[in-house]
């Protein structure tokens, strides 16, 4: 085999990428908890990682924002709820204890909550399509009827999950926002014709926003060699982007930061760029720059020898 030959390489941008409404809609609120804790004189917290993106929350635990699980053991301040949300029953924990509660839910999750609610105190059999442990699927299943009584739920992750739901019941299907689309549109055909001559309503979809940015590194796809895709791998959203690059056979590169970056991405002639919803533009473009200049040094040193 002979010598690799690097050429200047073209980057091309997701139209679609980075902070979505939702995660931008929590970082605001916890600079408001900071703000107002500060002022007061009190801690500030958040119930868990607001976004799934730790050098976001790095950056807000150096201004002194404390993560914790639990009222237990915390003197009471202003607590930010993560964009995810979180159960009726957590939420009440914390508000009898005393917290100061900032809700950092999307307003897309917040809604999705809002429904179950009411679909519970009509009749329905909550189906919650999720991943199993996702904050946001813990917390869709979390709705109450009434304090201490949770809406009747089943959380289904894989078709097979269908055989765990009740039957004789009106069935009301919700969907985490950032759920896989492809596994999603089988479990919602498998509900379709396995529980025919039941009430069934779909109350949600998948976050248009997440829509967006799927369909955007799809379009990279067609144009690109290789896809570098930016985000935590806590990140549901950015593991979908990663699926559908590898779904579509293109070398794919799954980075944190631009410390992360290596040589062998450069073999390219043209390389796409996407990031998760949670990925900060900062983050975005130090992986940008760090790339680009990389690819830059390594086709000159070529033309040189």
Known sequence: ??????RRMDLIEASTMGFCNGVSYAVGKVERCLALAV???VQAYSYGDFIHNRQVMEQYEKQGLKVIESPEGNVPGYIVIRAHGISDSVRRSFEDAGFNIIDGTCPTVAKSQRLIREAGRDGFHVVVIGLTGHHETLALAGCEVSPGTLVPSTIVEKVGDLERVPGGI?????IQTTFPELEGRLIYQAISSRFVGRKIVFGNRICPSSSARRESVNRLC?????????????SANTQALVEIVR???IPVYWV????????DMCRYDCVGLTAGASTATVVIENV?????LMCDRMSQGKDEG
């Open 1 to 6: 085999m002979g010598e690799e030959v690097y």
């Open 39 to 41: 002022r007061q004189g």
């Open 170 to 174: 009106p069935l009301f299907v919700m």
């Open 222 to 234: 067609d144009v690109c060699d290789a896809v570098v895709v930016v985000g935590s791998h806590m």
């Open 247 to 249: 779904d579509r056979r």
């Open 256 to 263: 944190e930061t631009a410390d992360e970056l290596t040589e």
């Open 288 to 292: 940008k720059k760090r790339l680009r």
